[in-house]
């Protein structure tokens, strides 16, 4: 900062203070229209910072319903329920100035079928750095709580990262990824930041979003999907009324998942048990046609069809779903290829 700069700063930290006395012989008057002139040079210089860094401003986070709609439609397959719920949950979120609480998702299907990609299209329709968003935070239960003679020590790490970033930006995402593979009692502790509260030591979490993704409850939701299977009827067929019920009480009670008994699920500050589908073959093979549009590649039908009928599916004898979606077509694309 130049040397006249410096001095407009230091008048303007007097005046702030109160003590016109160490100004003397200029005029209260004139230090106070100092202190004014410098309060919008550091505004303007908050605007250019604002500018070329992300900050926690419209400029950076403004939600695009139509992006995400798109999103769901061309590039997420065989979620027809997924789709439908994320949409409306998030769209209803973000369109409200004063919400009662916070947005709460849990997510649960088996590996492979969009549950984290559900999640980067979130994030990438919110903020214009997406999952590299530093309002973004991704926890991994096996990364960041890997030891269970350690939980207390977890309950109070997790409390302190979420009130200081909500602190930064009341605009945050914390996705909690592996609910599954966390150890039972810990996510209670955030508990007080997901229920309806004005605020909380100063602090307001009504505009944040948690987003739990989890293996857990996988088992009822493919148990569903075969039953329609096996009786022939379309697995659009399925509602979230034939899965949601069964979907809730198989996680609280799974004594090896986060979620084990959790007061998140007993006192209902979870808005939307939100099931994912095992994939059918034409939806992997959907899957390898996107990545090669991603690739910038012409898509070809031959090679989605050999990469997909390359995968596991069960029942081993009709090969209805996939066992691990689309989770393995990366590395299979590049065989092909």
Known sequence: ????????????????SGTTEAIEPISTSIAVGVAAALTGFLATH????CYIRECCRPEWIS?????????????????????RIILKAVNGFMSNDNP????VLSLHGWTGTGKNFVS?????NIYKEGMDSSFVHVFTSTLHFPHSSQNATYKSQLQQWIKGNVSNCERSMFIFDEMDKMHPGLIDSIKPYLDYYDKLDGVSYRKSMFIFLSNAGGE????????????????????????????????????????????LIDKHLVDFFVPFLPLEQKHVEQCVMAEMKARELEPDRDVAEKVAGDLHYFPKS????????CKAIQSKLDYYL
């Open 100 to 103: 009662k609480k916070p947005l």
């Open 220 to 263: 009822s939701i493919i148990e569903t999907a075969l039953n329609f299977w096996i009786a022939g009827r379309d697995r659009e067929e399925i509602e979230l009324k034939d899965l949601e019920k069964a979907l809730s009480l198989s996680v609280f009670n799974n004594d090896k998942s986060g979620f084990f008994h959790t007061s």
């Open 46 to 49: 908050q605007n250019i910072f």
């Open 120 to 124: 980067k299209l979130i994030a990438e």
């Open 1 to 16: 900062m130049k040397l006249r700069n410096r001095h407009l700063l230091l008048l303007w930290m007097l005046v702030c």
């Open 63 to 83: 939600f695009n319903r139509t992006g995400l709609q798109t999103d769901l439609e061309n590039k997420l397959f065989g979620q027809h329920i997924a789709s």
């Open 318 to 325: 009709d090969r209805a779903f996939s066992t691990k979606g």
